[in-house]
């Protein structure tokens, strides 16, 4: 079963606009990742954020990440069409070293 | 440095045929796993090795499935008996790390299995 959920599942925006993607999960985690993944390739891992901070930065990409609330986003700012792709949220709950993945949110920059 | 590679990129097997799936991770890596990745979907985990050891194979759907890591490197995923609901993408992941405590996987780009 997968932990994390999406929202949205698609989002279509145009080049120079943010994306804003949302992850929420179930269960206590011990750290939380997003990835990117283009099509029919691997998945490339984008930020991680531990389970006790709030916000972290990697060049255009934010991430915050509210326990309280089981919730993390992921904001992509000045978009660009090469940020077109698929984006998944990944928790690691405690000292299990799985990764669980959401459905992921395809996103879709037009130039 | 070359990333975690895959091979076959593709597979096409009949109902019923065995596959081997290889992975070559990361030079040094000490965690590999492999994941199970349905169209449209995220992955899923299959199984995860801390060096040659077989820490973790919960993931794995029935006893088909088989993976080793014999020498620490190189894994192997094996198929037996294949059925059509095993068509997906197999990705193969490596972290440098013994456990999860911050590691980021580095993933191969997949191999994709179609059973006809």
């Known amino acids: 079963s997968q932990q994390g959920e999406e929202d949205p599942q698609a989002l279509s925006i145009q080049e120079g606009e943010n994306a804003t993607m949302n992850c929420s999960y179930k269960?206590?985690?011990?750290?939380l990742q997003w990835y990117r993944q283009n099509s029919g390739r691997g998945l490339v891992h984008l930020i991680l954020i531990r389970s006790n901070e709030r916000e972290k930065h990697s060049g255009r990409l934010r991430v915050t990440l509210d326990t309280s609330k089981k919730s993390s986003s992921l904001l992509i700012t000045a978009s660009r069409a090469a940020d077109t792709a698929s984006y998944f949220c990944?928790?690691?709950?405690?000292?299990?070293?799985?990764?669980?993945f959401g459905k992921g949110i395809t996103l879709s920059v037009r130039p | 440095g070359a990333g975690v590679s895959q091979s076959p990129r593709y597979k096409v097997a009949k109902r019923g045929q065995d596959v081997a799936l290889r992975c070559d991770p990361i030079?040094?890596?000490?965690?590999l796993f492999w994941y199970q990745q349905a169209l449209g979907q995220g992955p899923e985990f299959l199984t995860y090795?801390?060096?040659?050891?077989?820490?973790?194979k919960s993931g794995l759907p029935s006893d088909r499935f088989f993976a080793e890591r014999p020498e620490g490197s190189v894994s192997t995923l094996k198929i037996q008996r294949t059925q059509q609901e095993d068509s997906a993408v197999y990705l193969c992941?490596?972290?440098?790390?013994?456990?999860?405590?911050?590691?980021?996987?580095?993933f191969g780009d997949g191999t994709r299995l179609s059973i006809l």
């Open positions: 269960t206590s985690i011990n750290n």
């Open positions: 090795f801390q060096n040659e050891a077989q820490l973790d």
């Open positions: 990944a928790m690691r709950t405690g000292a299990n070293s799985k990764l669980t």
């Open positions: 992941a490596s972290s440098l790390g013994r456990t999860g405590f911050g590691q980021p996987q580095h």
């Open positions: 030079s040094g890596h000490v965690s």
